[in-house]
């Protein structure tokens, strides 16, 4: 039974905050969805998006952001463009060595997160 925190399997702080800067850079450059990022300033999204993930997955970091359905309000995100936006994610977390396991658990979160993003 695994007991820690799936942020501490994560690598933690230091872990979170390169899966982060990897998903924002992978975004940066996805063509599915690159121009939703155009004029965003790259270090203030991936902090946002560390701190999220951090708190998000056991964390001790709180985030202070807007909730997922004021953020994405009226960016009507489809389907392709959510799956592209996971697609990313689940590439970074390749490229930072994490685990299958730790992977479906993160994964399981975008979908509870899916209602909240997409088609707002």
Do not use: W
């Not at 899966?19 to 996805?30: G, K, P, Q, T, Y």
């Not at 951090?54 to 985030?63: A, K």
Request: aromatic share 8%; hydrophobic share 35%; glycine share 10%.
């Amino acid at each position: 039974m695994i007991t820690e925190p799936l942020f501490d399997r994560l690598g933690g702080e230091d872990g979170m905050r390169k899966i982060s800067s990897d998903i924002i850079d992978l975004h940066l450059v996805n063509p599915k969805i690159k121009d939703r990022y155009a004029g965003c300033k790259p270090e203030k999204l991936k902090e946002g998006l560390s701190t999220f993930l951090m708190q998000g997955t056991g964390g001790p970091q709180n985030y202070h952001g807007k909730d997922m359905r004021s953020a994405h309000e009226a960016m009507n995100i489809d389907d392709i463009e959510y799956m592209s936006m996971i697609d990313d994610m689940m590439k970074a977390f390749e490229m930072n060595g994490v685990e299958a396991r730790e992977r479906g658990e993160f994964l399981y979160i975008l979908y509870c997160l899916r209602p909240l993003i997409v088609g707002q």
